[in-house]
């Protein structure tokens, strides 16, 4: 999943060069502008609602308690506590078990880190977005990843 994004900008943005953006023009309203592409984290939204309807041994989404779409904002307790612990200690995982209905998860959130300048000011400067002070290296979100574990 970390490889959507990475290989999104490798293959991507490296193929197509400095350019990349005047090439493609990723927006999130690419299905209203001719020409344009789907941004990373929409691409990685399509693809996992699509492995959500072919499989329900496990889900996963990217999400934030900062996001620019309301969509990825936690909705549980532990996505809340799971995106707020990788938030708080850069460079680890978190894992965490959670009852939803009579079905007990294992969840886990793997962080999303601003890599380069153009996710901090996309972030930064985006009307829907919640902060305009993302700095270079800084955890913007993270993967939620959820696994049902067997009943007992
Ligand atoms: C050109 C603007 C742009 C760039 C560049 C960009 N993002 Fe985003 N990002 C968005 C938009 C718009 C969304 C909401 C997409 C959707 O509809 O799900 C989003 C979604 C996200 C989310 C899910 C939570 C939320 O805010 O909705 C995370 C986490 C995230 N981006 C991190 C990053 C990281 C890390 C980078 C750099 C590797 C990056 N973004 C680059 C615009 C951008």
New binding site residues.
Partial sequence: MNSD?ANY?KLIVQLLGPNW?DAIK???HWEDMEGSAP????MF?YVAEGVAEVTDTFTYS???L????K??APKTDVEKEGLQFIADNPGQNFYGEETLGDTTYFTAVYP?????P??T???ND?K??PRSDFEIGEV???VVIRLPLPKT
């Fill in positions: 994004q900008t953006a990723p927006n999130e941004l990373p984290a929409q939204r990217l999400q934030s900062w996001p620019v779409n969509q990825n999303d880190v601003a890599v380069s153009a996710c000011s996309c972030h985006h829907d977005s913007m979100g993270g």
